[in-house]
């Protein structure tokens, strides 16, 4: 069954502060690998997409890498405004032309002044 | 970008009666969208498929005669929750596919509280 873990669950890191969270994912064939942001009430704002292992994708202060088994989203000197639920996403293959997405459980990242 | 637009954005009601929430592609085409639901600090759960002139799909678990969804159009799919209960109460989040890259643009979520 095709199933998608991030890691931590929830980050407290200080201003400045670099870190990394984790997706590991299972799935019988990768399409494709999605990170959004997630503000409370609101709907997820796209990322990134990544695709094949060993592929690298940076917007500002994030940078999304990808393993055959994982990726990483490094936040690098963060910033107060980059607080914010992040998710990781594989598509799932269905019958319909457009792929079901799934969504790991997230990591709520706050950023102290 | 694209933009999906999601109506209304927090909605109160009383046990019992049912609740519609729209969902619209602003400026693109969609075939299929997405319905999701997302309880307090827990990740998204995809209830159903939506697919433009013929039913919808449903995750399994999901009560299709609860959560009635109909795509009228390439632009337009809604999510009808019928005979709400407080256990209903919770964000629902609606998406499109943009383009071919399975890229998926939301809506900015509806709330629900069932009184």
């Known amino acids: 069954e095709d199933q998608v873990t991030q890691s931590p669950e929830a980050l407290r890191l200080q201003e400045g502060e670099s870190s990394s969270l984790n997706c590991s994912y299972t799935?019988?064939?990768?399409?494709?690998l999605f990170w959004y942001r997630q503000d409370p009430g609101k709907g997820p704002e796209f990322l990134f997409t990544l695709y094949s292992a060993g592929e690298e994708k940076e917007k500002e202060r994030l940078k999304a890498t990808l393993t055959k088994k994982e990726s990483f989203l490094h936040i690098t000197a963060p910033k107060p405004e980059d607080s914010a639920t992040y998710l990781c996403a594989v598509p799932r293959v269905s019958g319909s032309s457009a792929s079901k997405i799934i969504f790991g459980s997230g990591t709520r990242l706050s950023i102290r002044p | 970008g694209a933009v999906v637009s999601q109506h209304p954005s927090r909605v109160i009601c009383k046990s019992g009666t049912s609740v519609k929430i729209e969902c619209r592609s602003l400026?693109?085409?969609?075939?299929?969208m997405f319905w999701y639901r997302q309880f307090p600090k827990q990740s998204l759960m995809l209830m159903a498929t939506?697919?433009?002139?013929?039913?919808?799909?449903?995750e399994q678990g999901v009560e299709k005669d609860k959560f009635l969804i109909n795509h009228a159009s390439l632009t337009l799919s809604t999510l009808t929750v019928t005979s709400a209960h407080p256990e209903d109460s919770s964000f629902y989040i609606c998406?499109?596919?943009?383009?071919?890259?399975?890229?998926?643009?939301f809506g900015a979520g509806s709330r629900l509280t069932v009184l």
């Open positions: 939506s697919n433009e002139g013929s039913k919808a799909t449903y």
């Open positions: 998406s499109a596919p943009d383009g071919g890259a399975n890229v998926l643009t």
């Open positions: 799935v019988s064939g990768l399409r494709g």
């Open positions: 400026d693109f085409q969609a075939t299929t």
